[in-house]
Each structure stands twice: as structure tokens, then as C-alpha cells.
């Protein structure tokens, strides 16, 4: 019987690192996306589009500040995931919420992939917060 219970912890312990490589893996590639964005925003390329009767307006090179500083820090925080890391859980649902609500302000400007990428974060913070926390990680 002891056996069983083991295996049945065992089995949740991998599943749970498998939500947190999930959740790293994509906050990486989210955050890479979301620097390469910045890059497009601050370089005012013509990728994308000028919506003038938008409440929530900035100008490209506010966006892509916004985009680069934010994709950045989630491309750190991602590292901090891939050890598991406790600290790192905490960031990464406080910057994938943040990347959301960037995401969700800048959908006028290019609305597919605002749409992917919050679809993208919402994963990473499911994922995050279904993973109890293990007391030997930290």
C-alpha cells in the first residue's frame, strides 16, 4: 500500500514539472515574440497599423518600449522556471498578467497576434498556478 501512495505522488510530482517546463518553454518563446514586437515598435516599421480613434493610444515607439521591457523580463523569468524555482512562479503570473493586458491594449494595432499571445499568457498562468509548490525546490 505504501508503494501505491508513493507512485501517486511520484506521478504528481512529474506532472507538476511538466506544467512548469510548459509554462517556461512558453514564456521563453512569448517573450522572444514579444521582444521582437518591441523591436518592430520602436524601429517604426510600417508593420503596423495607425488606428487614430483609439482610447487607449500610444505612439509605436511606446508600444515597443512596452513590448520590449516586458518580453525581457519574461525571457529572464523563463530561466528562473526552467530550475523551478518558487520566486519565479510568482513573477511569471505577475508578468504574463501584465504582457495580457498589453496584449489586450494593443489589439486595435495588430489584433491576430495580440489575440494569440493572450491566449498564449493565459495558458503560461494556468499553468503556473495549478503547480502546488513543492517545499524541496526552494
Known amino acids: 500500500m505504501a508503494t501505491t501512495t508513493t507512485r501517486h505522488r511520484e506521478g504528481k510530482q512529474v506532472a507538476a514539472s511538466g506544467l512548469t517546463l510548459f509554462a517556461g518553454v512558453m514564456m521563453f518563446i512569448a517573450g522572444i515574440l514579444d521582444v521582437f514586437r518591441g523591436i ?25 518600449w512596452i513590448n520590449l521591457l516586458f518580453g525581457a523580463i519574461a525571457v529572464i523569468v523563463s530561466f528562473g522556471l526552467f530550475t523551478a524555482k518558487t520566486w519565479a512562479r510568482v513573477v511569471g503570473v505577475g508578468i504574463a498578467a501584465l504582457l495580457l493586458i498589453a496584449n489586450f491594449l494593443s489589439i486595435p494595432y495588430y489584433p491576430v497576434w495580440s489575440l494569440t499571445l493572450i491566449a498564449l499568457y493565459a495558458f503560461i498562468i494556468w499553468a503556473l498556478c495549478v503547480v502546488k509548490r513543492d517545499p524541496l525546490s526552494d
Not at 40 to 64: C, H, Q, R
Open 40 to 64: 518592430m515598435g520602436i524601429a517604426e516599421d510600417d508593420v503596423y497599423v495607425s488606428t487614430p480613434n483609439y482610447i487607449f493610444k500610444f505612439d509605436l515607439t511606446s508600444w515597443g
